[in-house]
C-alpha cells in the first residue's frame, strides 16, 4: 500500500507540473504517513544524503562558471570557435557546437550553457541568414556536450553515490564528449550542405592566434581544473574553491569585465542554484531509501536477469529505460533514485561500473533536449521566440546522431574506460 501511494503521489505531481524536488519530497512524506514510520527519518535523510564532502563542489563549480561567463568569457570562446570553423558551410552552426565544447568545461551545466551560448549565438545566426528553429535545434542540442566534458555536475553527483572517483568520472566523461560534439558538427555540415546555408570568409590564420589569445585564460580553467585532480594536490572540492578564485581574479584583473559590485549578486545567485541541486539531492535520497527498503532494486536486478542474462541486451534496456526516463524527468532526479538500482543490475553482468556510470550520463543528458521536458528545448525556444514544436523537429536529427554516440560508448567500453586508466592508475 505504501509503495503504490509513493509512486501514484509522485507521477501526479509530475503530470501536474509540480517541482521534480517537491514532488520527491511529497510523495516520500506520504510513504512515511501512510506506512506509520516516524516523520523525523526524513530530514535525518535528507541530510544524509547531503552530507558527502564532494557535494561542496558543486556551489564551486557553479560559482566558477558563473564568474567566468560574466566576466566576458563567452564572447571570446566564440570568437575563436568563429575563427576554426566559421568559413565551412554552415559555420556558424558549427561555432555553436564548438563553443559548446569549450565553454562546457568551464560550466559543466548544460542549461547554463544553452542559456549563455544561445543568448548570443540565436539571434547572430538568424541574423546571418538561417532558420530560427535549426538555430534554437542546434543550441539546445549541442548544450548536452558541457556536462560530459569535464567539469560536470552529474559527474559529480555519480561519485557520491558510487564512490568512483570523481577525477576518473571526470576523464571518462573527455572522449564521449569529443565525440558528441564531432558527430554533431558533421550531422551540422550536412544539413548545411543540403539546405545551402550560408558561410563567412576565412579570417585568417591572425585572427585564430588573436582569438586564442583572447580566449586563452577562460580556456585554462579546464586544465587548471583536470591538474588539481589528476596531480592529487587537491580534491574535487578544493578543487571547486580554487577554481572559483581563478574566475574572480580574471574577470577582474585580466578581462576587466566583471564589476566588483556585481560579485555579491553572482555569489547569492550561485548559492541559490546550487541549494536547488541539494534539496533535490536531500529529497531523492529520502525516496531513493524507501525503494532501497522495499527491495526495488534487487526486484529490478531479478526481473531483467529473469528475462535474460546478456550483457548486451541488459545494456540496451537500461539505455532505452533511462531514454525514457530522460524525457521526463530531471537528469539529477534520475541519476540519485536509478542509478544504484541499474548500478547493481549492470555489475551483476559485469559491466564496468566507471563504463555504466559514463553511458547513463550521456543518456540522461540527451534527454535534456527530448519533448516533452527537455529543459534546453524550452530555453532555446524561448530565445529564438518559437513555439516548441518547429524546434522539436529540427532537433530530431541531432537526437538521432547523439544516441548513436551513446550506443558506441555503451558497446565499446575503453571510450570511457581508457583514459581513466592511463592517468590514473
Not at 531513493?288 to 546478456?310: C, D, H, K, M, Y
Not at 539529477?332 to 547513463?360: E, Q, R, Y
Request: aromatic share 8%; glycine share 10%.
Amino acid at each position: 500500500m505504501g509503495l503504490l501511494i509513493l509512486v501514484t503521489v509522485f507521477v501526479i505531481g509530475l503530470v501536474v507540473g509540480i517541482p521534480v524536488a517537491i514532488t520527491l519530497g511529497l510523495s516520500s512524506l506520504c510513504y512515511l504517513l501512510v506506512t506509520g514510520i516516524p516523520v523525523v527519518v526524513m530530514p535525518q535523510k535528507m541530510y544524509a544524503g547531503m552530507d558527502v564532502f564532494v557535494l561542496l563542489s558543486i556551489p564551486g563549480f557553479i560559482l566558477a562558471g558563473n564568474l567566468m561567463n560574466r566576466g566576458g568569457i563567452t564572447e571570446r570562446i566564440i570568437r575563436f570557435a568563429n575563427a576554426l570553423v566559421g568559413w565551412i558551410r554552415g559555420g556558424l552552426g558549427l561555432t555553436n557546437v564548438g563553443a559548446s565544447m569549450l565553454f562546457g568545461g568551464i560550466t559543466g551545466t548544460a542549461v547554463a550553457d544553452a542559456a549563455s551560448i544561445g543568448g548570443v549565438m540565436i539571434p547572430g545566426m538568424k541574423k546571418a541568414g538561417y532558420p530560427a528553429d535549426f538555430s534554437a535545434a542546434i543550441t539546445a542540442a549541442s548544450s548536452t556536450v558541457g556536462p560530459i566534458i569535464p567539469p560536470s555536475v552529474p559527474m559529480i553527483i555519480v561519485g557520491a553515490l558510487s564512490g568512483i572517483s570523481v577525477g576518473k568520472m571526470f576523464l571518462a566523461g573527455a572522449i564521449p564528449g569529443i565525440l558528441l560534439g564531432m558527430a554533431m558538427m558533421i550531422t551540422t555540415y550536412v544539413i548545411a550542405r543540403r539546405r545551402n546555408f550560408p558561410k563567412q570568409e576565412w579570417q585568417g590564420v591572425g585572427e585564430i592566434g588573436r582569438s586564442f589569445a583572447g580566449a586563452f585564460w577562460a580556456l585554462a580553467m579546464t586544465a587548471l581544473i583536470l591538474y588539481g585532480l589528476l596531480s592529487g594536490v587537491a580534491t574535487p572540492t578544493e578543487t571547486a574553491i580554487i577554481a572559483s578564485v581563478y574566475a574572480m581574479f580574471i574577470g577582474l584583473v585580466v578581462y576587466r569585465e566583471l564589476p566588483f559590485r556585481e560579485i555579491p549578486k553572482i555569489i547569492v545567485d550561485s548559492a541559490v542554484a546550487a541549494s536547488g541541486i541539494l534539496v533535490l539531492v536531500g529529497f531523492a535520497n529520502v525516496f531513493g531509501w524507501i525503494l532501497v527498503s522495499e527491495r526495488i532494486p534487487q526486484a529490478i536486478a531479478a526481473a531483467v536477469l529473469s528475462f535474460t542474462e546478456n550483457k548486451f541486451i541488459i545494456i540496451l534496456i537500461i539505455n532505452i529505460l533511462l531514454l525514457i526516463v530522460g524525457m521526463f524527468m530531471e537528469t539529477i532526479a534520475a541519476l540519485i533514485i536509478l542509478f544504484v538500482p541499474l548500478l547493481t543490475l549492470a555489475t551483476s553482468v559485469g559491466i564496468d561500473p566507471l563504463h555504466f556510470a559514463t553511458f547513463a550520463v550521456l543518456n540522461l543528458m540527451i534527454g535534456l533536449t527530448t519533448p516533452p521536458l527537455g529543459v534546453c528545448l524550452f530555453v532555446c525556444a524561448g530565445i529564438a521566440r518559437l513555439p516548441l514544436t518547429p524546434v522539436i523537429i529540427a532537433i530530431l536529427p541531432f537526437i538521432a546522431t547523439n544516441i548513436i554516440v551513446l550506443l558506441m560508448v555503451s558497446y565499446f567500453p575503453p571510450l570511457a574506460t581508457w583514459l581513466p586508466s592511463v592517468l590514473i592508475p
